[in-house]
Nanobody, 121 residues
């Protein structure tokens, strides 16, 4: 199983980025798909998750209204659309897959490598 995250970069405050996570070795529609992030000196935190039935769970209140998650099962890829980015969103972002959504990153079976998102002017 492989999860490949991409799409990170440097963006100015107020800008947008879309992260992608391409998945190999799993049937995507059987899994919950999550995004986590880890800022320097901080613990990894859950951002949001989409269940196998497409229910979305937000784990970080600060991203509500700005971040959305979606999946394309035909492409075996899921996405994190990030709008109105703020400096405090700066972190390494990780994608993950598991049979169910869970706020705890340690519960996820499968992980991608991180992709750096830096929000700065």
């Amino acid at each position: 199983v492989q999860l490949q995250a991409s799409g990170g970069g440097l963006v100015q405050p107020g800008g947008s980025l879309r992260l992608s996570c391409a998945v190999l070795g799993l049937t995507l529609d059987d899994y919950a798909l999550g995004w986590f992030r880890q800022a320097p000196g901080k613990e990894r935190e859950g951002v949001l998750c989409i269940s196998s039935s497409d229910d979305v769970v937000y784990y970080t209140d600060s991203v509500k209204g700005r971040f959305t998650i979606s999946r394309d099962n035909a492409k075996n890829t899921f996405y994190l659309q990030m709008n109105s980015l703020k400096p405090e969103d700066t972190a390494v972002y990780y994608c993950a897959a598991d049979p169910g959504c869970d706020i705890s990153w340690s519960m996820y079976d499968y992980w991608g490598q991180g992709t750096q998102v830096t929000v700065s002017s």
